[in-house]
Each structure stands twice: as C-alpha cells, then as structure tokens.
C-alpha cells in the first residue's frame, strides 16, 4: 500500500455551529467546506492545514455512528483517514491479506466525494483508520 499523506484527521462534535469560534477565531483556520452526507448521517467541515485537513464530524441524528461515539467517549478525534495511491479496492484487498479486520469491504463515497474505507480499531491498536483516494475524473 502506497500512502501518501495523511488525509485529515475526523473529529466527532457535538455541532459545528459552537465549535467554528474555536477554529476559526482562535485557531484561525478557515471553514471551506461543509456538507451533510445523508447516507453516513453526518455533517461535516473541513479546514486545511497545509496537506492535511481536519474534519468535524456531527450526527445528523441519533443512530449516527457520531452520535454513538460521543455517547459513548464523548467529543474529540474520532479516526485518522490516510490518502492511498493505489487505490482504496487495492488496499482493503492487502489489508485484509494481512490479517487486518475491515468495516468496508469495499470502496464507498465519502464526503468531498472521496472514496473511502474504514478498518476496524479491533485490528489498528484501537484506532478507527480510514482509506481514502479521491475519485479518478
């Protein structure tokens, strides 16, 4: 697997909305994006640091795996996604070869149209890993 970069860093909120000050007025990032990814139930922002960006996360309604986590272990990094070169297909094939437990089977759409899997925390030292690559045009 050819990785690349790290993609950005997913961050579960509460909402955007109260978290914005944060990063924009003292962090002094900028918000370039936000979109809500109906089938994932979430609504995402994204700012961007250098290569990386970071992602808030927050549910768009109870049965979210956002809203789980924060339920759960409350706000903050919720999974680290790393840009692959060779494909998200090609990867989970590897990974999986490797032993590594899968949530994805195979490549989905993510937000900022990016195709994305996740890998289980079970097989990452607890860590929700995601696979991306941004669509071929």
């Known amino acids: 697997m050819d990785i690349s970069h790290i993609e950005h860093l997913g961050?579960?909120?509460?909402s955007i909305e109260e978290q914005?000050?944060?990063y924009e007025g003292v962090l002094g990032?900028?918000?370039?994006?936000?979109?809500v990814v109906e089938d994932q139930k979430v609504k995402t922002a994204f700012f961007k640091?250098?290569?990386?960006?970071l992602e808030l996360l927050e549910p768009t309604s109870p049965e979210s795996t956002i809203a789980k986590f924060i339920e759960k272990r409350g706000e903050g990094i919720h999974h680290i996604a790393y840009c692959v070169q060779d494909g998200v297909a090609?990867?989970?094939?590897?990974?999986?070869?490797k032993g590594v437990?899968?949530?994805?089977?195979?490549?989905?759409?993510?937000a900022e149209g990016l195709d994305i899997a996740f890998l289980h925390p079970k097989s990452t030292?607890?860590?929700?890993?995601?696979?991306?690559?941004t669509p071929k045009k």
Do not use: M
Request: charged content about 30%; proline content about 4%.
């Open 49 to 53: 640091i250098g290569q990386t960006k």
């Open 11 to 14: 961050i579960a909120v509460k």
């Open 125 to 133: 030292a607890s860590v929700l890993t995601e696979l991306c690559e």
């Open 90 to 97: 090609n990867a989970i094939k590897e990974v999986e070869a």
């Open 20 to 22: 914005l000050p944060y």
């Open 29 to 35: 990032l900028k918000c370039y994006n936000i979109e």
């Open 101 to 110: 437990q899968t949530i994805d089977k195979a490549p989905r759409r993510g």
